[in-house]
C-alpha cells in the first residue's frame, strides 16, 4: 500500500481540521473551567460531615465514575431535549455532558487537594476567628489549589484526548475533521495517522509543560 | 418519559412481537438475550484485553527500571508517551483501519483482535507507569540485597522486586481494570457487538432508549462492581502481614 501525505495540506487543514480543533479546544477549556466550579462544589459537599450534603454529592460521583464516558454522552443527548423541552445541538450537548461529568472526577482531585492540608492550618484559621467561608477561601482552598495543580493540568490533558468521544454523537471535533477529510479525498489510512500525528504533538507537549511546572512547583515548597 | 415498557426486551428482534418467557430459542433471539450476547463482548473483549495489558505492561514496566540499560529504558519510555498522548478512540481506528492497510498480514485479523489489540496496548502504558512507580517504590537495598546474594538479573526481579511491587500496585490496577470496561465502550466505534453498540443499535430500532440505556449502564455498573471485588479479595489474599504498601502510608502528595 501507497501513503500519499499529499493531501494533508494547509488547504485540508484550513478547510476541515481547524474547525474541528476550535470546538476540541473550547470543549476542553469550557469543561476545565466549569468542572473546577462544580467539582469544588461536590468536594466541599463531601467534606462538609453533613450526611445530606455528602451522601447526594457521593452519589452523584460515584455514579459518574462507574459509567463509561460514552454512555454518559449518550444519556445526556437524549435527556437534556427532554428536560429543557426542545432539541439541542450535538456541540451544545456535548459541552453540559463535559462539563457534568469532568465535575465528579474534578471533585475528587479537588477532595485529595483539601485533604492533603494538615489539619492544623483549619484550626489555627479558627484560632483567628475565621468563619468556615473564609477559612475555606483564605486558608484551605489557595494552598489546595496549588498542591493539586499538576494532576488537574493532566486530567485536562485526558480532558482533551476524551473530547475526541463526541464522536458518538457526530459532533464536529478535530477527529472527526480528519475523518470527514479522509473520507472526502478517499485516503482515510492519511487521515487517521495524521490524526495520531496532531493529537500526539498537542498532548506530549502538554504533558511535558505540565511535567516542568511540577518540578518548579516542588522545589519551591 | 416516564411511563416506561420494559415488555421491550421480551420483544423478537426480527418480528416485534412479545415472546413468553422472554428468552427466544435458535434464531428467534430476543432483546434480552441480544443484550447478554453484547454484555458477553464487553466482557470478553475486556478481560482478554487486560491479560494482554498485564503482560505488556508488566514487560515494559520491567525494562524501564533496568540499571545500565539505557536503550531498553528509551524503548519504554517512548512506549508510553506514545500510547498515552493518544487517544483511545483514535488508536482504535489506527488498528481497525491503518494497521491492516499498512502490514498485509494484518488483513485476516478478526475485528475482535484488532480491538483487543487497541484497548490491551493503551492500557500497557497506564500498567507498565504503574509498575515502574511500584518498583521505584521500594527501598533500593532491596535490589543490592539480591545481587549481593548472587541473584543475576531476571532472578531478582522474578525472587525480590516483582513479588513486593505487585502487592505495591494492586490499588491502581484495581482501577485500571475497572477502566478497561468502561474503556470498552470506545469499540462500538468499529462496530464491535459490545454493550455500547447495542444500546445505540436497539435504541434506536425499539424507540425505547431509555430502558435500553438503563439496563445497559446497570451492566457496567454490575461489571465494574464484579471487577472491584475481585480484586479486593486478591489484595487481600496477597498480603504480606505486617507489610503496609508505600501508597496507603502517611497521607503524601
Keep these: 500500500m501507497n501513503l500519499d501525505f499529499s493531501i494533508v495540506n494547509w488547504n485540508l487543514i484550513q478547510g476541515f481540521i481547524l474547525k474541528g480543533l476550535w470546538f476540541s479546544v473550547m470543549l476542553t477549556v469550557i469543561a476545565t473551567l466549569g468542572g473546577i466550579f462544580f467539582g469544588t462544589i461536590l468536594a466541599l459537599m463531601r467534606l462538609s460531615g453533613k450526611r445530606w450534603l455528602d451522601a447526594p454529592a457521593a452519589f452523584y460521583v460515584n455514579g459518574m465514575r462507574s459509567i463509561p464516558l460514552v454512555m454518559v454522552i449518550l444519556w445526556f443527548f437524549l435527556l437534556v431535549p427532554f428536560i429543557i423541552g426542545r432539541p439541542i445541538g450535538a456541540e451544545y450537548s456535548s459541552i453540559i455532558t463535559f462539563v457534568a461529568f469532568e465535575a465528579a472526577y474534578f471533585s475528587e482531585i479537588m477532595r485529595a487537594g483539601i485533604q492533603s492540608i494538615p489539619r492544623g492550618q483549619v484550626f489555627a484559621g479558627q484560632a483567628l476567628g475565621m468563619s468556615y467561608s473564609q477559612n475555606m477561601k483564605l486558608v ?19 480532558l482533551f484526548q476524551d473530547t475526541s468521544l463526541v464522536y458518538a454523537i457526530g459532533a464536529y471535533d478535530m477527529l472527526k475533521g480528519f475523518d470527514v477529510a479522509g473520507k472526502n479525498f478517499g485516503r482515510p489510512v492519511e487521515a487517521y495517522l495524521a490524526a495520531a500525528v496532531a493529537y500526539f504533538v498537542i498532548c506530549y507537549s502538554l504533558s511535558w509543560a505540565v511535567k516542568r511546572l511540577h518540578k518548579k512547583i516542588a522545589i519551591i515548597r | 418519559m416516564l411511563n416506561m415498557d420494559w415488555a421491550v426486551f421480551c420483544r423478537d428482534t426480527l418480528t416485534g412481537d412479545v415472546v413468553a418467557g422472554c428468552l427466544g430459542e435458535g434464531r428467534d433471539i430476543t432483546y434480552l438475550n441480544w443484550i447478554f450476547s453484547a454484555w458477553g463482548w464487553t466482557v470478553s473483549v475486556s478481560l482478554t484485553a487486560l491479560l494482554l495489558a498485564l503482560v505488556a ?9 533496568l540499571p545500565d540499560s539505557p536503550w531498553l529504558v528509551r524503548f519504554g519510555d517512548a512506549w508510553v508517551e506514545l500510547f498515552r498522548n493518544v487517544p483511545l478512540l483514535v488508536q482504535i481506528f489506527l488498528w481497525y483501519h491503518v494497521v491492516p492497510a499498512l502490514i498485509p498480514p494484518m488483513k485476516n ?9 487497541a484497548l490491551g496496548f493503551f492500557t500497557s502504558a497506564r500498567i507498565a507507569e504503574q509498575l515502574r512507580a511500584g518498583i521505584q517504590a521500594l527501598p533500593r537495598g532491596q535490589r543490592y540485597a539480591g545481587m549481593a546474594l548472587g541473584f543475576t538479573t531476571p532472578q531478582y526481579y522474578r525472587y525480590v522486586i516483582l513479588p513486593m511491587a505487585y502487592r505495591i500496585i494492586v490499588p491502581p490496577l484495581t482501577s485500571e481494570s475497572m477502566n478497561i470496561f468502561k474503556n470498552s465502550s470506545v469499540a462500538f466505534a468499529v462496530s464491535i457487538p459490545e454493550l455500547t ?11 425505547r432508549p431509555i430502558e435500553i440505556y438503563l439496563a445497559v449502564t446497570l451492566l457496567y455498573v454490575i461489571s465494574a462492581l464484579v471487577i472491584n471485588r475481585i480484586m479486593a479479595f486478591v489484595e487481600k489474599r496477597a498480603q504480606v502481614p505486617g507489610f503496609v504498601a508505600a501508597g496507603t502510608g502517611a497521607g503524601g502528595h
Excluded at chain 2, 453498540?197 to 424507540?207: D, H, I, K, M, P
Aim: glycine share 6%; aromatic share 6%; with cysteine.
Design chain 1, 140 to 158: 484551605v482552598l489557595p494552598q489546595a489549589f496549588r498542591n493539586m495543580l499538576p494532576v488537574l493540568l493532566t486530567q485536562t490533558i485526558i
Design chain 2, 57 to 65: 505492561g508488566s514487560l515494559i514496566g520491567v525494562i524501564r527500571t
Design chain 2, 109 to 117: 485479523l478478526s475485528p475482535f483482535v484488532l480491538v483487543v489489540c
Design chain 2, 197 to 207: 453498540q447495542y444500546a445505540l443499535q436497539v435504541g434506536e430500532e425499539t424507540s
